[in-house]
């Protein structure tokens, strides 16, 4: 059974950087498109941050669009997430998923428990 375990929340200042990572404990990663979503305190999910299997279709929200890049190595069944300029409006529980389609906005079908990401002032 598919497994996606994320890592690298913690607290940032304003300004600052994070990487977070997911790994995936099955073996089929690369035969997937993965996405990174986020949901800030009393707000709704957002989604943040999408990559076919191989990494050349790549989309961004408007909101952290020129800031956040995602990346994936399928050797190592892990998607990265690297935030920077980080603001507080970031400040959410970060998830990783798996795709059920191979374009931004469509179902997703395994979900990581998430990581905190939290920025200060």
């Known amino acids: 059974q598919e497994q996606l375990v994320e890592s690298g929340g913690g607290l940032a200042q304003a300004g600052g950087s994070l990487k977070l990572s997911c790994v995936d404990s099955?073996?089929?990663?690369?035969?997937?498109?993965m996405g990174w979503f986020r949901q800030a305190p009393g707000k709704g999910l957002e989604r943040v941050s999408f990559?076919?299997?191989?990494?050349?279709?790549?989309k961004y929200s408007d909101s952290v669009k020129g800031r956040f890049t995602i990346s994936r190595d399928n050797a190592n069944n892990t998607l990265y997430l690297q935030m920077n300029s980080l603001k507080s409006e970031d400040t959410a529980v970060y998830y990783c998923?798996?795709?059920?389609?191979?374009?931004?906005?469509?179902?997703?079908?395994?979900w990581g428990q998430g990581t905190q990401v939290t920025v200060s002032l």
């Open positions: 099955g073996r089929t990663f690369s035969n997937y498109a």
């Open positions: 998923a798996r795709s059920m389609g191979s374009r931004w906005g469509g179902s997703m079908d395994y």
């Open positions: 990559a076919n299997t191989g990494g050349t279709y790549i």
